[in-house]
């Protein structure tokens, strides 16, 4: 919710897995390799590769020079450059023993079939895998990555933006059935009304984009509608006949989308990847 959680979103989508940076094949020499047209190189900058940009790159060597330069300069930006910097020759090698035990699992223990990101599926795999045997015999103490909307109950975080007047919402689909309000995907954010209403292009240029309403059958998916409005305006009816409606009504709805239930997580429709 924008400073509370940015998407609310329970379904595994489907990522594609990351792939190497592979090099331009060899090209004529007169040929100009461009990266990145519409980055500009700021003025407190003078690295190589930020001044190419400007004109492009004459060479495939020129590209690959520049290519290095700019990664380079990205490790010594990243909030581990230090660490990695000062790193022991011994804990250079535990990180590539590390790297390599992953990607055994990955192919070897959970498989291609199966979505290791998937927790629920893939439980009884964890156990046997190589990385966990690695897990459980270094010490206490490291960092555990916990999203907000993770370790605080989802109705406190709801509260929370209840009188924000800069909070927005907005709708993958109109919140009109029974049928949407089970399927639909919600998101909150803190902005501006200009923010809100225009769309930013490649080249800067803005696009007006008229707020939306979320209660309505015209809704155009993923307009944002004021989060204070969204609130007033809101009643459903659920199957069982109750009625929820306005601000309590609201944030008692937006907790079933935010939480998994036991149903949700345990229904024997559940498969490995969801």
């Not at 007047?165 to 909150?188: C, D, G, K, Q, W």
């Not at 969204?230 to 601000?247: A, C, M, N, P, W």
Request: charged share 30%; glycine share 6%; hydrophobic share 35%.
């Amino acid at each position: 919710m924008g400073g509370l959680c940015s998407s609310i979103n329970k379904d595994g989508d489907e990522r594609p897995r990351e792939r190497k940076f592979q090099s331009p094949p060899q090209a004529s020499r007169s040929r100009r390799l461009h990266l990145m047209e519409s980055a500009r190189h700021s003025n407190r900058y003078s690295s190589g590769w930020r001044v190419a940009l400007d004109g492009g790159f004459e060479t495939p060597e020129a590209y690959e020079a520049a290519r290095k330069d700019m990664q380079t300069e990205e490790m010594t930006r990243a909030f581990d450059a230090d660490v990695v910097k000062s790193s022991s020759s011994i804990e250079r090698k535990a990180v590539e023993i590390v790297k390599k035990i992953r990607w055994f699992d990955r192919e070897q223990t959970y498989g291609s079939d199966v979505d290791a990101r998937h927790f629920l599926g893939t439980v009884d795999l964890i156990n046997q895998t190589e990385l966990f045997k690695v897990a459980k015999r270094m010490p206490k103490g490291s960092h555990l990555h916990v999203h907000f909307n993770s370790c605080l109950p989802a109705a406190f975080l709801i509260r929370q933006a209840r009188d924000i007047s800069a909070m927005y919402i907005r709708s993958t689909l109109p919140l009109v059935t029974l049928e949407n309000l089970a399927a639909t995907r919600i998101s909150f954010m803190v902005m501006t009304l200009q923010e809100a209403t225009h769309l930013k292009g490649d080249d800067g240029s803005l696009t007006y984009v008229p707020l939306g309403d979320l209660l309505d059958y015209k809704y155009t998916s993923n307009a944002w509608m004021p989060y204070k409005d969204f609130q007033r305006r809101f009643k459903y009816v659920d199957q069982s006949g109750k009625i929820l409606e306005g601000t309590h009504g609201a944030e008692s709805w937006l907790e079933t989308k935010m939480q998994i239930s036991e149903e949700e997580a345990h229904s024997f429709q559940q498969t490995g990847r969801g």
